[in-house]
């Protein structure tokens, strides 16, 4: 099955500044990889997503990236603010085969002042 | 619409004592999942559902059982709780056409103690 990977565990970066959430998978049939967001206490929900045939995907301030040959994407927030800190995490499936996604562990986000 | 709701929203249970979580959505979705999720561990599966009267095993499905008799409803059972199951459950629904994305309900918070 689907083993995906994820880091760092924790990160923490000043207001303004960038930060980036690599993960790994396992599956070279994979094709979807959606990340969702976790603010504490609340339940998590999709900030952005990708598929196989597309490289960069933008979404104002967020953007990820997908490199299928060493089979990596990540999540890039720039300009980073208080309300950007929360658990994110990264998920993979082959939507050929699969109905499930496979989550990462989590990346636990602090936007210091 | 309500989108997912979880019922209930905390619940403490004695060693060996019976429950069910129950999930509903009203978003006409196919696909139902629930998770849990414990500090560092990220999201774990436990049952999912592709239909109504269907069901199937995740990573972690030893100690509990599912039924999705209504498209609407998947319920989680508990029939023996133990302390290892001292966690927050959240269910997930997804309609697995033109979006892949899951809606996750606001999660529940079970002790057993």
């Known amino acids: 099955g689907e083993n995906v990977e994820q880091h760092p565990s924790t990160l923490s970066v000043q207001e303004g500044d960038s930060a980036v959430i690599k993960c790994t998978y396992s599956?070279?049939?994979?094709?979807?990889f959606p990340w969702y967001k976790q603010e504490l206490g609340k339940r998590p929900q999709l900030i952005i997503d990708i598929r196989s045939n597309v490289g960069e995907k933008k979404d104002q301030r967020i953007a990820v990236t997908l490199n299928k040959t060493a089979k990596h994407f990540s999540l890039h927030i720039t300009e980073t603010q208080p309300e950007d800190s929360a658990v994110y995490f990264c998920a993979a499936i082959d939507t050929g085969t699969a109905s499930k996604l496979t989550f990462g562990t989590g990346t636990r986000l602090q936007v210091t002042l | 619409n309500a989108g997912v709701t979880q019922t209930p929203k905390f619940r403490v249970l004695k060693t060996g004592q019976s429950m069910t979580l129950l999930c509903a959505q009203d978003?006409?979705?196919?696909?139902m999942y629930w998770y849990r999720q414990d500090p560092g561990m990220g999201l774990r599966l436990i049952h999912y559902?592709?239909?109504?009267?269907?069901?199937a095993k995740g990573e972690v499905p030893d100690g509990y059982n599912v039924s999705r008799l209504k498209k609407q409803n998947f319920l989680l059972g508990l029939e023996s709780a133990a302390p290892s199951q001292t966690s927050v459950y959240f269910c997930a629904s997804s309609y697995e056409a033109d979006s892949l994305e899951q809606y996750f309900g606001p999660g529940t918070r079970l002790t057993v103690t």
């Open positions: 559902s592709v239909g109504e009267g269907t069901t």
């Open positions: 599956d070279s049939a994979s094709n979807y």
């Open positions: 978003m006409n979705h196919e696909y």
